[in-house]
């Protein structure tokens, strides 16, 4: 079975922080209060789970988020990597990333965790700038910041950062400034994430009050521009649509989900897509830990997706990406033709105007239509 299906993605959430943490999603434990073999145990169990309704499939990925997950037992992360690779057999170029935020403590923590198994790190910076980085609401400063990229890229074979822009009052020359800056640590990826408002959100109170303005449309096209420019320059080309990497350095478990093939999801608050199924798991720590010892999983919702889902799900996630998507492929997700899951008059408007190439059964956005991304999707889908 494994050689005729694409290998899996493991998502592992770990919910808690060194103390009480206003960025993360679960705000109200701290790392000490924590059995560690508990949480290891139901980890496992929740792991166990998934395996079992996935048999015969390899793992191209594993990766560690949430609130701090780089504070996570060394022997719990290489117990679960262990345990991954019985059920799954690993392709040959397994990528095993750990989410981490770049202060002191954490980067004291990463030799250990290299030994436990983790290849690949990705770190929280943000900013390359202490008064942005306090705007943005980080606890860390940029020396702290540089000094764990420094130790991150001593112990680990693979290391990404990501930085956001387009923030209020940053010029354009501010920015070219701090990527230049950024690129010249040679990391083979960077994640470069416009600054954007969500509802329900300290900056969506802000700009509600007049306080916090962003650039207009014309300073953003230029910012995204000037990124995709340097970048390219620097050998690590946007493959989608906040993310660039060196050829063969992309992240791979990201792919994963843009490409839209399976990954299970464990632990907390963890999402997962198997067999054409969405699963969601508890978010309440508690709940989720209790769930698995009453269950033997976390899972809070599982739900068989209508081909309409799969089909908006794939070219949402697909068309994000430079390679863009097999319109083939996704028909047959939605078990229909290519002319009835996207509007193929508005696809060929869209080519002559340059905003998108199609070729075949391949449709991808141009380098004009990334920043366009939601518009496009919006002509497009049925």
Not at 235 to 243: A, C, K, R, T
């Amino acid at each position: 079975m494994s050689g005729h299906q694409p290998p899996l993605a493991l998502y592992v959430h770990w919910p808690f922080c060194v103390s009480k943490c206003p960025y993360c999603d679960f705000n109200s434990h701290v790392r000490e209060q924590v059995d560690q073999a508990a949480w290891a145990h139901a980890l496992l169990t929740d792991l166990a789970h998934e395996a079992a309704l996935l048999p015969g499939r390899r793992l191209a990925s594993i990766f560690f988020g949430g609130g701090t997950p780089s504070l996570m037992p060394p022997a719990t992360v290489a117990a679960i990597i262990d345990a991954a690779c019985r059920y799954w057999p690993p392709t040959d170029d397994i990528e095993i990333t750990l989410e981490a935020n770049p202060s002191s403590v954490e980067a004291a923590r990463f030799a250990d965790i290299a030994a436990a198994g983790v290849n690949r790190v990705s770190l929280g910076i943000q900013a390359l700038h202490d008064d942005a980085l306090a705007f943005l609401g980080r606890a860390h400063g940029v020396d702290e910041a540089l000094a764990a990229l420094d130790v991150a890229q001593r112990h680990f074979a693979r290391a990404s950062f990501d930085l956001i822009y387009a923030r209020p009052g940053q010029s354009l020359a501010a920015w070219e400034s701090e990527l230049a800056r950024a690129l010249a640590f040679g990391t083979e990826h960077l994640s470069l994430y416009q600054l954007t408002i969500e509802p329900g959100t300290r900056f969506a109170t802000l700009a509600a009050k007049g306080a916090l303005t962003l650039p207009d449309t014309d300073l953003a096209a230029d910012l995204f521009e000037t990124t995709q420019a340097m970048t390219a320059t620097a050998g690590l080309p946007l493959y989608e649509v906040s993310n660039h990497a060196r050829p063969g350095a992309e992240s791979r478990h990201n792919l994963t989900y843009w490409r839209y093939r399976d990954y299970a999801g464990i632990g907390p608050g963890a999402h997962g897509r198997r067999g054409g199924h969405a699963t969601a798991r508890r978010k309440k720590p508690e709940n989720w830990i209790a769930a698995v010892a009453r269950n033997g999983h976390g899972i809070e919702r599982e739900n068989a997706l209508t081909p309409q889902e799969r089909v908006t799900e794939a070219l949402v996630m697909g068309l994000r990406m430079a390679e863009g998507i097999d319109l083939a492929r996704i028909a047959r997700l939605g078990e229909r033709t290519i002319g009835e899951v996207v509007r193929t008059d508005r696809v060929a408007a869209l080519a002559a105007a340059g905003l998108v190439r199609h070729d075949g059964d391949r449709l991808a956005l141009t380098a004009a239509g990334m920043p366009v991304l939601d518009a496009v999707l919006r002509e497009v889908a049925v």
